[in-house]
């Protein structure tokens, strides 16, 4: 069993303040995830853990530098199904860990959406990603895993 620590960051939104004069928190979680670049090292970058992310999302600016297998084009839309909301994508396969300070998982294929655009957060999904993963998160004590299930 490989247990990656996850890191809970409590976050304020300061547009909702202005709003409403009191302090809004939110509370997000993060991992470290590895990804293969062109020159076969990891890149390694904090990245979003979202459990309603479909599939893991790549900004232009981290995708560019990486060693991923396209097959195509898409469009992805989040809750807003406007087309105005929606993000052009390409669509591929990258070898990917998650990693903390003690532990690593074994390399994996993800597959991921890599935007046209920086506009969008470094998010890991559940297809082919968190998906071979138990997630144990404890938000009040501020503590959460990422448990490798071989």
Not at 27 to 45: E, N, P, Q, W
Not at 99 to 106: A, R, V
């Amino acid at each position: 069993m490989i247990k990656i620590e996850l890191k809970i960051v409590d976050i304020e939104d300061v547009q909702l303040k202005k709003l409403d004069k009191k302090p809004y928190i939110f509370t997000r979680i993060f991992a470290l995830v590895g990804y293969k670049k062109k020159d076969g090292s990891l890149f390694i970058r904090r990245t979003v853990v979202d459990t309603g992310a479909v599939v893991s999302l790549l900004p232009m600016s981290i995708w560019k530098q990486l060693d991923i297998k396209f097959f195509g084009y898409h469009i992805i839309k989040g809750v807003v199904k406007k087309e105005s909301c929606s993000i052009p994508v390409k669509t591929g396969f990258i070898e990917t860990k998650v990693i903390d300070e003690q532990n690593e998982t074994p390399t994996f294929t993800s597959l991921v959406y890599c935007a046209d655009s920086n506009e969008v957060p470094l998010i890991l999904g559940i297809k082919d990603a968190l998906d071979k993963f138990k997630i144990e998160i404890n938000v009040k004590q501020k503590q959460s895993y990422l448990i490798y299930l071989d």
